[in-house]
């Protein structure tokens, strides 16, 4: 891990908003993201000098480019951005993870045999004793 990569991890541990949890070297399809929120859907990358040149530009597009077809936000900072303005750069990351709202509602399951489903007819033993007050019972 880079001095900066170091720093980030240090404030990304520390997010005070409900549901961030981020994760160093997180997978996401064949990459690795350096850290990466699957419930906000938020990656942070870090790169260094070397990302200027022509194989890693055209390489971090297409990475980029796959992880927003995965429906995440992709944010990118220089290891100098990092180590001389953190406070910036985690305003930056703030800001998308607030934006990013909940994540998507799991669509319900349907009862396991023998659970309680829709169709199902309830038992004698699941009527109420209100339900049977009017029976004449003493």
């Known amino acids: 891990m880079t001095d900066a990569e170091r720093k980030l991890w240090w404030h990304l541990k520390r997010i005070p908003i409900e549901g961030t949890h981020f994760r160093r070297q997180a997978t996401v399809g064949p990459y690795f993201a350096d850290f990466a929120c699957h419930e906000k859907r938020v990656i942070v990358e870090v790169d260094g000098g070397q990302h200027n040149q022509t194989d ?3 390489a971090d597009a297409r990475r980029t480019g796959y992880l927003e077809s995965q429906r995440y936000r992709v944010l990118r900072f220089w290891n100098h951005e990092v180590l ?3 406070e910036g750069v985690m305003e930056s990351i703030y800001a998308a993870v607030r934006e990013a709202g909940p994540p998507p509602l799991t669509p319900p399951r349907r009862a396991a045999r023998g659970g309680r489903g829709a169709d199902r007819p309830r038992a004698a033993t699941d009527i109420s ?3 049977d007050s009017g029976r004449g019972h003493r």
């Open 56 to 58: 890693y530009v055209l």
């Open 84 to 86: 001389k303005n953190i």
């Open 129 to 131: 004793p209100v339900a």
